[in-house]
């Protein structure tokens, strides 16, 4: 079955300290997943692709297959990445994109 | 290009009445989709199109829910009768070809209010 588990629906952090979204996958093969991001009421934004491993706004993200994982990381958490975020994974036809329940980040100073 | 456009922005109606959400994806976008997007259940793809014909309907949760895309350029999604349990942001995606690669572009969602 493909499924996408994000398993924290909040995390709060303070300014400067470390994040890190959790997400895990199921999926038969090599998987395709991203994670998009949703300011408040706005639309929800792509911002990564593991396949292009690049940093958007200082965040990271790293596939595990042997732990069917794609962590979202950022070293130093600013206000202004306080979101909703949704770790997505293309499903098995290549078509269309499975997400997660999502994790609302808030960053206090 | 002005992204995937969608139409109303917010929607209040009476239980019973019927509701038609619009969208209108990015020019050159094969690929259609519709989400609804709730607290509980989070994003839920509920139908997309390929090239105007409908794929996969499998998530419409019931008959009451319609789709359809008579052309390339304008997509609607039709509740009849509306119910409060379908109060959600309905969210409009597409994209060049499917979800590999470049995932999709959404739109700014339809805000339903059942009351």
């Known amino acids: 079955a493909q499924r996408v588990t994000q398993p924290e629906k909040l995390l709060s952090v303070f300014k400067g300290a470390p994040v890190e979204l959790k997400c895990n996958y199921s999926?038969?093969?090599?998987?395709?997943l991203f994670w998009y991001v949703q300011y408040s009421r706005q639309r929800l934004q792509l911002l990564l692709r593991?396949?292009s491993r690049e940093s958007i706004k200082g965040f990271t993200a790293d596939l595990n297959k042997g732990e069917t994982s794609f962590h979202l990381k950022k070293p130093f958490a600013q206000e202004e990445d306080s979101a909703m975020y949704y770790c997505a994974l293309v499903n098995q036809a290549g078509t269309a994109l499975i997400f997660g329940k999502g994790t609302t980040l808030s960053v206090s100073s | 290009d002005a992204g995937v456009i969608q139409s109303p922005r917010h929607e209040v109606t009476e239980m019973g009445q019927e509701v038609t959400l619009r969208c209108k994806p990015i020019?050159?976008?094969?690929?259609l989709f519709w989400y609804r997007q709730t607290m509980m259940r989070g994003l839920e793809l509920l139908i997309y199109f390929n090239n105007n014909v409908p794929i996969d309907d499998s998530g419409m949760p019931e008959d009451r829910f319609s789709a359809k895309m008579p052309n390339a350029s304008f997509s609607t999604l039709k509740i009849q009768p509306s119910e409060p349990r379908d109060s959600a942001v309905y969210f409009c995606?597409?994209?060049?070809?499917?979800?590999?690669?470049?995932?999709?572009?959404f739109g700014s969602g339809t805000r339903l209010t059942v009351v």
């Open positions: 999926y038969s093969g090599s998987p395709e």
């Open positions: 995606a597409s994209s060049p070809s499917g979800a590999r690669v470049y995932g999709y572009t």
């Open positions: 020019s050159g976008h094969d690929y």
């Open positions: 593991h396949i």
